[in-house]
Structure formats: C-alpha cells, structure tokens
C-alpha cells in the first residue's frame, strides 16, 4: 500500500509563485510515474504534469513554460514548482503515482490564485 501527503497549496496573487510537493509512503519498490493532476470547479480532472523515473516530463499545454515537475526518488517525493500563476490555475491538485501495477492519489491541496 502507497500513502501519498501532498503540501505547499494555498492563496496567491497572480503572477505568484507555489511549490507543491507530494511524498510517498508505504510498501513499494520504487515507481514508473509521478505527477499531478488538478480539477477545478465543475470540470473534469485533468493532467498538469508526469514525470518518468528516468526523468521524462510531459506538461499540459497550459503548463508549459510556467511550471517545472520535478522528483527525488530517494525521498520518493514529487515537487510541482508554479510560476506566474494565473487566476484559470484555480484547482484542487492531486499528485498521483504508479508503481507499474497501479495508480494511487493524494488527498489533494487547494491552489486559489487572486486576481
């Protein structure tokens, strides 16, 4: 079983700055994907960013050039550094994992960007 602790959410001006970062616990052996998804108020659930265990990275479209996904496999910790945070960047994110067998989810952390 895989706990998933995700930290660094909270309440920015645009053009801010958040970190967010998820750390895993638990049995496993290490995993293929670490990532991070958001979902905002009535709208689906969406990929923000993944990376490999060899350090391959895929980015929404909206993220690109804003964000950076980054991982530590031996904290087995993923981080999500935001820049230049804009108002439609309003989400709950969730960090996500697989093991190659399954995915697991984080509880979520709340990002609200100000206008």
């Known amino acids: 079983q895989v706990q998933l602790v995700e930290s660094g959410g909270g309440l920015v001006q645009a053009g801010g700055s958040l970190r967010l970062s998820c750390a895993a616990s638990?049995?496993?052996?290490?995993?293929?994907?670490m990532g991070w998804y958001r979902q905002a108020p009535g709208k689906q659930r969406q990929l923000v960013a993944r990376?490999?265990?060899?350090?391959?990275?895929n980015y929404a479209d909206s993220a690109k050039g804003r964000f950076t996904i980054s991982r530590d496999n031996a904290k087995n910790t993923v981080y999500l550094q935001m820049n230049t945070l804009k108002p439609e960047d309003t989400a709950v994110y969730y960090c996500?994992?697989?093991?190659?067998?399954?995915?697991?989810w984080g509880q979520g952390t709340q990002v609200t960007v100000s206008s």
């Open positions: 996500y994992v697989n093991n190659w067998t399954r995915d697991y």
């Open positions: 638990g049995s496993f052996f290490g995993f293929n994907f």
């Open positions: 990376i490999t265990s060899s350090g391959t990275t």
